[in-house]
């Protein structure tokens, strides 16, 4: 089973509450929280952090202060004292995806609607890729450039090998595994796995982080 979790941030400043959810997160992310120079950025860092644990503190009935991050050689992060359970989260703009599965790597990505920079597909996309968002109608091209964009990166991230390789000689359109992508307001998000049989969507709050570190 995957389970999706959704939270857009809504506040504009780094408040009193979220210097106090600071201590809920370990010393080495602090620094790297308080360090952006945009509010925005602190907000997505923190609330990310926060999500992951509470998320799988309840799925695992691991307390959220005992969880174990570790990283894999490019950087990928996974929970290094539970088996059977793996995650990965992908932030845009102001909105958070996370994505928990049991027992299969699973990579996720959430990008906003945007128009998009088509001119990065010669460089970013396999020509057969390509070919399929410029066959769509005008309208349809953004979506379908998404599309693209979000499964490559949700692939990258399941493998844990990032852009380490050139994404032009991925092709995601014949890549043995599955994909679930859908949009949710003025985003789009994939997951990919190596089989998928049911997507279960949760729609968390700033209020939802701070009840659960701070009831």
């Not at 890729?129 to 379908?144: F, N």
């Not at 991230?157 to 307001?185: A, C, E, Q, W």
């Amino acid at each position: 089973m995957i389970e999706n979790y959704h939270l857009e941030i809504t506040k504009s400043a780094f408040s009193h509450e979220e210097m106090q959810l600071l201590q809920f997160v370990p010393d080495e992310r602090k620094e790297k929280i308080l360090k952006y120079h945009f509010i925005p950025d602190r907000l997505l860092s923190l609330y990310a952090a926060l999500l992951m644990r509470m998320a799988v503190s309840k799925r695992t009935g691991i307390p959220a202060d005992r969880l174990e991050i570790a990283y894999e050689a490019y950087g990928k992060p996974y929970l290094a004292n539970t088996e059977n359970l793996y995650f990965n989260l992908s932030h845009t703009r102001n909105c958070i995806l996370l994505c928990i599965s049991d027992h299969q790597p699973v990579g996720a990505d959430i990008e906003k609607l945007n128009p998009p920079p088509f001119e990065i597909m010669k460089t970013a996309f396999h020509p057969d890729e390509i070919s399929y968002i410029e066959s769509a109608s005008t309208h349809k091209k953004v979506l379908k450039f998404f599309e693209i964009w979000t499964k490559k990166e949700a692939y990258l991230k399941k493998t844990g090998t990032g852009f380490m390789h050139d994404p032009s000689l991925i092709n995601t359109l014949i890549l043995p595994v599955d994909y679930s992508t859908y949009r949710t307001g003025d985003y789009l998000c994939t997951v990919c796995c190596d089989t998928i049989s049911k997507v279960i969507k949760h729609k968390i709050t700033e209020t939802d982080i701070l009840n659960f570190f701070q009831p």
